[in-house]
């Protein structure tokens, strides 16, 4: 056997018990191919690091340096792709459905499988899934005075989870 990638035929000559045969051959071929895809690459949301998606959807964008037509995937919120199905490749996915118990960091798995089922390696990106916001502990103008004579005042902030402030009067 030719262990080389590439196609392979085999030509056949078929006998009866009379010893009668076939005068041309069968010949039948096939693609012999073991080279698995290139790893996917992935980025969720157009590469941000976090969502707040209330239901924990987000879009998935893809890459492949294999023809896409002669391509499927499998996506999953598994390393192990339990209960993933093929389907074929896209670009990308438009709300994908992250595991939504509890808020964090996601991870989404891809794998590609070419037309000989060769599987690649797993691709995967990040998104930090935050649906709660930030929890105002207290706020005060002043050390909580009623009374100032100054247009600048002091103001202090216990804030959990904030990255940014916005500030207005009135």
């Known amino acids: 056997t030719d ?13 009866d018990e009379a010893k009668n045969t076939t005068k041309t051959p069968s010949e039948a071929s096939i693609i012999y191919s073991t080279t698995p895809p290139k790893k996917p690459s992935l ?36 390393p192990n792709f339990e209960g993933a199905k093929e389907r074929p490749f896209a670009l990308s996915l438009q709300n994908w459905q992250l595991d939504v118990e509890i808020d964090g960091l ?31 502990n207290s706020f005060t103008i002043e050390n909580n005075s009623i009374w100032c004579n100054s247009l600048k005042v002091m103001l202090t902030c216990d804030v959990d989870d904030a990255y940014e402030a916005q500030f207005s009067n009135n």
Do not use: C, W
Request: no cysteine.
């Open 106 to 136: 996601k991870t989404v798995f891809v794998r590609l499988i070419d037309q000989a089922n060769n599987i690649s390696e797993v691709g995967k990106a990040e998104i930090f899934l935050d649906r709660t916001p930030p929890k105002v």
């Open 3 to 15: 262990s080389l990638e590439g196609p392979k035929s085999i030509k056949a000559y078929f006998m």
């Open 43 to 78: 980025t969720i949301d157009q590469g941000h690091k976090y969502t707040n998606s209330q239901n924990g959807t987000v879009s998935i964008q893809l890459a492949a340096q294999e023809n896409p037509q002669n391509i499927r995937m499998l996506v999953s919120n598994k």
